[in-house]
Nanobody, 127 residues
Framework: QVQLVESGGGLVQTGGSLRLSCTVS????????MGWFRQSPGKEREVIAA????????SYANSVKGRFTISRDNAKNTVYLQMSSLKPDDTAAYYC????????????????????WGQGTQVTVSS
């Protein structure tokens, strides 16, 4: 059974940084396209970054481009999201997800296309 566990969330001031980790167990993470999503109360879950199996292809939502960096270490079965220059609008629950689709199409796949999800980690950015 595939399990994803996020960690690294917390409370940070505006302009600060956090690094989220997503550790995959049950199968090798290199089998999956990986994505990071976030969801604020009353809003839909949105994809903010995705990375191909090899790590060569990466896509970001405009809202985080230039501030967030997704990466993966297949040897450690872990995917990361480095977040910098954080803003109060970044406050949300952050989720990682694994996609078994064979083709890389960046952020075109919505949450419904991802097969496995973590439980989420809360990020709160104070003003």
């Amino acid at each position: 059974q595939v399990q994803l566990v996020e960690s690294g969330g917390g409370l940070v001031q505006t302009g600060g940084s956090l690094r989220l980790s997503c550790t995959v167990s049950g199968r090798t993470v290199s089998n999956y396209i990986m994505g990071w999503f976030r969801q604020s109360p009353g809003k839909e879950r949105e994809v903010i970054a995705a990375i191909s199996r090899s790590g060569v292809s990466i896509s970001y939502a405009n809202s985080v481009k230039g501030r967030f960096t997704i990466s993966r270490d297949n040897a450690k079965n872990t995917v990361y999201l480095q977040m910098s220059s954080l803003k109060p609008d970044d406050t949300a629950a952050y989720y990682c997800a694994a996609d078994t689709s064979p083709q890389w199409i960046g952020l075109a796949r919505g949450p419904g296309s991802y097969d496995y999800w973590g439980q989420g980690t809360q990020v709160t950015v104070s003003s």
